[in-house]
């Protein structure tokens, strides 16, 4: 959301602003911050080093730039058990990795199911499909903490279901989704299924194979640590979504049409090297420390948050409030506060910076009672510390004193 002055009851309350105030970013859900320091110099290295378009030349630079690309699909396969990595194909981001999916997938007359707890990447999707095609969206209802009923998913099938798409975690309510067991409904019905992994890629254990997962729709900036315009969607062999674009893909060029085979069907265009050189760096980063390192490092900052949430007065929490039940964010609003001014104040007096509104979720909003005024979202990332949540704590502690006339 832009930037503004707080509007009403904390304008004052914090006049005196510190210069030197600490700089905590717990926003890791929008975009993760900081990269590993091997991110940085991977894209550096090829912005300087190599600077050649991949998949176009011959020539030795233009070679490094396939091996950078290679290294990327190569990375990711072993992170999600792929077995062949060209069925993983590169986008921009995982709302560009959504929509080829769903577009590709559907058409006039078909019936997709989704959950309440989507982002506006797949219901804005699913909404203009809807409009302009005919398309008939089930939303199956999650409950206030998020969570989803399989049972639910597979009692709103019809014999014209021709896609299910979940996402694996709400980025409202960090709700982890019973992906496996809907992967098995769908696998049992024949439906494709794909789900949305933008807020758990890199950060939770994700098996293809394991899962049932046809589709795999992911994003490179956030857990997976990666730099903006990067992303991609895993594609099941059997499975064959229309293009998104059409155009040159530096292979099979007398063609007046893509080619079948992958990725290049899908990559039309020069693809971001260097942006995918970062990502191969942030992928190879979690694959050396490991998924479960990670996951058990998330679980632990967020028992921790949830702890520091619970001792704040007057502060409601959304979700399951249980770190083995969701990822790491919290959203949060403060009683009788407006979640702008709380953030506002958070960035200005204590710099910590957390994001606040809607999140890109409506439906998720409307699911957990807060469509009107939205939540403060505290997202942590593999860099955050137990201090840094400690701090919160005691930030908004003292903002509630300062509000509610305690000190
Ligand atoms: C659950 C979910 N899906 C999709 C997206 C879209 O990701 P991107 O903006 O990288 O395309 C996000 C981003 O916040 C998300 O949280």
Redesign the pocket.
């Known amino acids: 959301m832009s930037r503004r002055a707080p509007c009403g009851l904390v304008r004052g309350l914090f006049a005196e602003v510190s210069e030197k105030v600490p700089q905590i970013y717990l926003d890791n ?2 975009t993760s911050f900081p990269k590993p320091e091997a991110v940085y110099q991977a894209i550096e290295h090829c912005l300087r080093r190599v600077g050649a378009s991949a998949g176009r030349g011959g020539y030795r630079l233009a070679l490094k730039a396939d091996e950078i690309v290679y290294r990327a699909r190569s990375a990711l396969a072993r992170l999600f058990n792929v077995k062949d990595a060209s069925r993983i194909v590169f986008t921009a ?4 990795s ?1 929509n080829l999916a769903i577009k590709g997938l559907v058409g006039p007359g078909d019936h997709v199911v989704t959950s309440s707890m989507e ?1 506006n ?1 797949v219901w804005r999707c699913l909404k203009t499909l809807e409009r302009d095609q005919g398309v008939e969206p089930t939303i199956v209802p999650c409950a206030a903490d998020g969570t989803l009923a399989p049972e639910a998913v597979e009692g709103a099938l019809r014999p014209n279901t021709r896609l299910i798409v979940l ?1 694996h975690a709400s ?1 409202v309510t960090g709700t982890i989704m019973p992906v496996a067991e809907v992967g098995e409904i769908a696998r049992r019905h024949g439906i494709p299924f794909l789900v ?1 992994a ?2 758990t890629a890199g950060v939770l254990p994700i098996d293809v194979e394991r899962d049932r997962i046809d589709l795999l729709a992911f ?1 490179g ?2 857990g997976l640590l990666g730099p903006f315009g990067t ?1 991609g969607l895993y594609i099941r062999e059997g499975f064959e979504p229309r293009p998104l674009k059409e155009g040159g893909t530096g292979s099979e060029s007398r063609l007046p049409y893509q080619p079948q085979t992958l990725p290049e069907r899908y990559e039309a265009g020069t693809l971001n090297v260097c942006g995918l050189a970062g990502l191969a760096a942030g992928v190879e980063f979690i694959l050396n420390e490991g998924v479960e390192k990670i996951r058990a490092k998330e679980k632990s900052l967020t028992r921790h948050a949830l702890e520091a949430l619970a001792d704040v007065e007057g502060a409601e929490i959304y979700g399951p409030k249980d770190a083995e039940r969701q990822v790491g964010l919290i959203s949060f609003n403060l009683a009788g506060v407006d979640g702008v001014e709380v953030a506002y104040v958070l960035d200005e007096v204590y710099g910590i910076m957390v994001r606040v509104g809607l999140h ?1 979720a409506p439906l998720a909003h409307q699911t957990i009672g807060t469509l009107d005024r939205g939540t403060v979202r505290v997202s942590l990332g593999y860099f955050n510390t137990f201090a840094d949540l400690d701090y919160l704590g005691e930030a908004l502690q003292s903002i509630n004193r300062q509000i509610r006339g305690g000190g």
């Open positions: 859900a929008a981001n995982a709302t560009e959504l982002h990447a996402t980025n949305d933008a807020q994003t900036h956030k992303g890109c």
